[in-house]
């Protein structure tokens, strides 16, 4: 069975910095392509970031790039995001989205970042 689990996110103030987390179990982490999307109220759910080739490269959407940064352990499972610089429309619902190598997809539960003085 697989589970894709996102603690953290939270409030954070203009500026500031905060890092997501996500943990899949039951799939062959090391070679799938975990990602990061997120969804604005009233918006569209979008892509931020993904880590591909088992770590060996990242792919940012423009609105992250030089802000945040994509890392991930495969012996843990785990992906992250880091967030720096953080602005209020930066404020959304983040996913936790694992392709696996045979493209099955699996969604967390989402956390909610607020980004708010």
């Known amino acids: 069975q697989v589970e894709i689990v996102e603690p953290g996110g939270g409030p954070v103030q203009p500026g500031g910095s905060l890092t997501l987390s996500c943990t899949a179990s039951?799939?062959?982490?090391?070679?799938?392509?975990p990602s990061w999307y997120r969804q604005a109220p009233g918006k569209e759910r979008e892509f931020v970031a993904s880590?591909?080739?088992?770590?060996?490269?990242?792919h940012y959407a423009d609105v992250a790039r030089g802000r945040f940064t994509i890392s991930r352990d495969n012996f843990k499972s785990t992906v992250w995001l880091e967030m720096t610089n953080l602005e209020p429309d930066d404020t959304a619902v983040y996913y936790c989205?694992?392709?696996?190598?045979?493209?099955?997809?699996?969604w967390g539960q989402g956390t909610q970042v607020i980004v708010s003085s």
């Open positions: 880590t591909l080739h088992g770590g060996r490269s990242t």
């Open positions: 989205n694992v392709q696996t190598y045979n493209k099955s997809e699996y």
């Open positions: 039951g799939l062959p982490f090391s070679s799938a392509i």
